[in-house]
């Protein structure tokens, strides 16, 4: 039973932790599993900017308390976008303050008039990170930025959590179950993993063959040292790109500018669990680049609109997302 989290990781700025980088995903892609809607990555709209990884979050409870969105001008800028303001959905409110702070305006919550002086008292880990970073949000806005912080895409699994590939259940963040549409409510997910995660328990129960001893294969020389693979290079490179060109606002060309690079990763890497994770990353880069529209965790400034064709989810297996990145390729070249 696979069931190894999300993949906030791959990106630049996310609220996940390092173990959350979709090693899970590429491994059953890799095995040959179905993987569903992989271009839905959720952004959290409101993390905050103080340059640390994982990037702390300020709790939507602040907006729906009244906080407010504005620029380094001061401008209440959600109201020009979405009649909801800040309490839009979070993929919109999350390019409402990427286009802020690509802008160069910045973005920052201010809960100093709706909070005030019950900060402390009310949202003490959020008041702990900003005071840590030398911020008071009692009198002082927060910098904030959007953050990878779940994703609805995964490993494609039935009712019981069974996936395309026999004898392998998934469970949690790793899945796709379909549950979270192209944009997860809040809170879903852990009701979700524990719904799963019990259904799986009974349809395992009583079907798995007696265990017997087996060598484990050879590694390849991986060092298993999580943290070897956290600081190289690569996959600081890699995580520039998922944010720069698969991010909160996507392009075809930057979609095929990403699709490049990773196979370029995937040429010159040596290292297993790094395969993983540009697998899992393909994968992504694909998805969004084959759905020409907008919807949910998924943008495209080229096709903004949602379009009636692709109210379907997405079904991909890694040698389909292989071929199509190549004709990608192809077609770019000609
Ligand atoms: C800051 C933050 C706040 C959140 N708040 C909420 C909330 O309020 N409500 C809600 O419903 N959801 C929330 N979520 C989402 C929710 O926490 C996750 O979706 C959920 O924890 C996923 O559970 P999981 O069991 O699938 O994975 P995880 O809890 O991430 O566990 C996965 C485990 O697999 C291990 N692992 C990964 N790769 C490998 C490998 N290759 N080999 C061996 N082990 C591996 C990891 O180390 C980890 O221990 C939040 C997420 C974040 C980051």
Redesign the pocket.
């Given at each position: 039973m696979l069931?190894?989290?999300?993949l906030?990781h791959l990106y630049a700025v996310t609220?996940?932790?390092w173990?959350?980088c979709g090693?899970?995903v590429g491994?059953a892609a890799r095995a040959g599993a179905i993987i569903a809607d992989p271009e839905f990555v959720q952004f959290h709209p409101t993390a905050i900017d103080i340059g640390k990884d994982?990037a702390p979050?300020a709790t939507e409870a602040l907006r729906g308390d009244g906080a407010i969105l504005v620029n380094s001008k001061g401008r209440r800028f959600m109201l020009d976008i979405h009649p909801d303001g800040e309490l839009a959905p979070r993929d919109v409110v999350s390019r409402g303050v990427f286009d802020e702070v690509k802008a160069g305006r910045g973005a920052f919550l201010d809960c100093t008039k709706a909070i005030g002086k019950h900060f402390p008292d009310m949202f003490p880990t959020v008041y702990a990170s900003c005071m840590a970073a030398g911020i008071d949000p009692v009198t002082q806005p927060i910098p904030v930025a959007p953050a990878v912080?779940?994703h609805m895409g995964g490993v494609l699994t039935d009712g019981e959590g069974r996936t395309s590939i026999d004898g392998l259940w998934a469970?949690?963040?790793?899945t796709s179950t379909g549950v979270h549409g192209a944009n997860r409510l809040?809170?879903?997910?852990?009701?979700e993993?524990v719904v799963f995660a019990a259904r799986i328990a009974e349809n395992i129960k009583g079907t798995l063959p007696t265990p017997k001893l087996t060598e484990w294969g050879d590694n390849a020389g991986e060092n298993d040292d999580p943290v070897t693979v956290e600081d190289s290079p690569p996959f600081k490179r890699l995580r520039g790109l998922m944010s720069e060109c698969v991010g909160v606002v996507r392009t075809r060309e930057g979609l095929l500018q990403a699709i490049r690079e990773i196979a370029e990763l995937e040429r010159v890497n040596t290292r297993l669990?790094f395969a993983?994770i540009i697998t899992t990353a393909k994968l992504i880069a694909v998805a969004a680049l084959q759905r020409t529209e907008s919807r949910g965790g998924h943008f495209r400034a080229d096709c903004p609109e949602e379009r009636p064709e692709w109210q379907r989810r997405t079904y991909l297996t890694l040698a389909q997302a292989e071929r199509l990145a190549a004709e990608a390729a192809e077609t770019e070249s000609a």
């Open positions: 069931c190894s989290g999300g906030g609220t996940n932790p173990e959350a090693q899970g491994m994982p979050l912080h779940y469970a949690g963040e790793v809040a809170s879903n997910s852990l009701l993993a669990r993983n």
